[in-house]
């Protein structure tokens, strides 16, 4: 994990670190046109054991994932069967949201989410 300013850093140890040194973090802020400056202070980053990006981000997609595969299911008798005699993706999404589905997010639905509870689903 790097952070800038008074967050830490978390090395491949597990183990926090109050600072990072400074011409790391210039490096890696300073834009260059081929990138080799900042794939170097990167590598320089993975020498010293600082891991860059969320640790829990596979946990995080895998949980989402679920969550949206979960909300597919509920809606994809409806889906599906209007799909089955033949409707669009948006005459299928109007009639959803004449019923009063929403979304996950509890918007309105699109075709495009349409298809991917059908895709889900399937």
Do not use: W, Y
């Amino acid at each position: 994990m790097l952070a800038l300013g008074n967050q830490t850093l978390m090395d491949r140890t597990g183990e926090h670190r109050d600072a990072v040194p400074g011409d790391l973090v210039a490096e890696v802020l300073t834009g260059d046109a081929d990138g080799t400056r900042t794939k170097a202070a990167l590598a320089e980053c993975n020498a010293i054991g600082i891991r860059l990006g969320n640790p829990r981000l596979a946990e995080i997609n895998r949980t989402r994932k679920q969550q949206a595969r979960q909300f597919a299911n509920q809606h994809s008798n409806l889906s599906q069967s209007l799909r089955n005699k033949c409707r669009t993706l948006r005459e299928i999404c109007d009639v959803l949201n004449v019923a009063g589905m929403k979304t996950a997010q509890g918007s309105m639905f699109h075709p495009v989410q349409v298809h991917r509870i059908l895709r889900r689903s399937n």
